[in-house]
């Protein structure tokens, strides 16, 4: 098992641990983190599936990176959590796994912890000027001030634009009775439509 390895090769890595039906999860030091992936990378965990985050506020420190692998010689898997402060960098995965690309952008956009040497860090579902991060605790219920000056810069941005336009125009439909029949009621054509009468015996 993995973790068996890193504690045989690397004493003092693993700051916490648990697994539960075969869900093993470690905790390593930031400083220690390029030295973790490095081991794990050669014992086989080839798959990066995924990368999150927890933002814990009122801990110190205050969030949690989590890292998903998976073992492609045994369907091995393991979850690997990194604790970082508010303004703490974590190195980037993309030159090892080019999945990390936009995983890492989500983070970064979601709750504003940045990673250096990443080709492309900006936000990724987010305008560019969004204000805060949606997944932090303290970001405001209301969402905070979401009209923003880069109304181009992407869908959410372009819509917001379109909707402010056609309000301004009188046209704005604000509720299913003023969307067309085709739209309203899409089962009514020929191919859906719903039978009538009794069936015959």
Known sequence: MIIEHLDEQLPGLILDRHAFRGDQTIVVARDRFEEAIAFIYSEGF????????VDWFQRDPRFDVVYHLLNLNNQERLRLKVRVNEGEVLPSLVPRFKAADWFEREVFDLFGIPFSGHPNLQRLLMWRDFPGHPLRKDFPMDGGDSFCNDVGASFAGRARWRRLLLQRRGRVLRGPGQ???????PW??????????TPSG
């Open 46 to 53: 080839q798959l990066l599936l995924d990368i999150t985050a």
């Open 179 to 185: 969307y067309p029949e085709r739209l309203r009621r």
């Open 188 to 197: 009514t054509s020929r191919r859906h439509r719903p039978r009538t009468g």
